[in-house]
């Protein structure tokens, strides 16, 4: 087979199996208190008020591949509140990838949890501050995930590398589709300055809204059962498989070691209280 043929057979396959689209309703659909998500324009704004949060979810699930959304957060008190950004496949020992921002008081600033769940288990917090003011504009949030890592991006900037360490013997999400959701509710018992302050309802409802999704991933079907040897499984098929996308090029890495001197507050790898023993991945 000549080089040029395999070259367009391959750009034929990412066509026809990745959906790249910023068109909401043919990406996702309500999940939750669809009567609190409305739509104007390109955006969706999902609503959090004394009867409800809400939610949406992607009408797929994928294996690998790059998420993003461009989110604009509850503005003023949003004490008590959590916008989330998510992954998730279904099922107990489900994996799942977090961006939870957590709401403050008017003028302090949010936080952004991120975690890892694989198998069911989670506890892998890491905790930053913004360096902007996320409910004055949108910004843009994103998970790219390959075998080799997951990276949490911040208007393309990595705010956290987590690295298949399976080598340590440390579990990694790989085995299992995700689908993509978005939801704001009331965690107000432990989100905002360790569940000290509550939300207050006077200043309900709260907004997020929502604009940009762009899905660049794998879509497997749910009937797969073969996840190894299926398209989103095998070796090199996309651009997020490739040998370079292993690791961190030079800018990338400045731009993480500046995040995490300047912004990170919490890392559960650097919680030796916390653990009997440490998590394998977070083993240098
Ligand atoms: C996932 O967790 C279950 C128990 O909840 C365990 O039986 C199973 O072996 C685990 N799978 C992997 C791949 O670690
Ligand atoms: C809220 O503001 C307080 C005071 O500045 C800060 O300690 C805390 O980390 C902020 N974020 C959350 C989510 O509590
Ligand atoms: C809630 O907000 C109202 C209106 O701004 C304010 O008067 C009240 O003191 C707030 N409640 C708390 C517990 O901060």
Known sequence: MSTLFLVALMALAIVQNSAMSDDFNQLFQP??????????????????????????????????????????????????TVTALYMASEGLNHDELDFEFLGNVSGEPY???????????????????????????FHTYSFLWNRYSILFLVDEVPIRVFANKEENGAPYPKTQAMGVQGSVWNAD?????????????????????????????CELSPETD???????????????????????????????????????????????????????????
């Open 31 to 80: 999940n939750w208190a669809p009567d609190h998500i409305s739509t104007e324009g390109d955006q969706i704004k999902l609503t959090l008020d004394t009867i409800s949060g809400c939610g949406f979810e992607s009408k797929k699930k994928y294996l690998f591949g790059k998420v993003s959304m461009q989110v604009k957060l509850v503005e003023g008190d949003s004490a008590g």
């Open 111 to 137: 936080l952004v949890q991120t975690n890892v769940y694989v198998n069911g288990t989670g506890n892998r917090e890491q905790r930053h501050t913004l360096w902007f003011d996320p409910t004055a504009a």
């Open 189 to 217: 018992d432990w989100a905002t300055q360790g569940g000290r302050v509550k939300t207050n309802w006077s200043h309900a409802p709260f907004v997020s809204t929502f604009r940009g999704f762009e899905i660049d991933a």
């Open 226 to 284: 073969d996840i190894a040897s299926s398209k989103c499984g095998r070796v090199g098929e996309f651009w997020w498989d490739k040998p370079r996308m292993s690791g961190l090029n030079r800018h990338k890495s400045h731009q993480l070691k500046w995040v995490r001197r300047r912004h990170l507050v919490y890392d559960y790898c650097m919680d030796s209280g916390r653990f009997y023993e440490m998590p394998r991945e977070c083993i240098v």
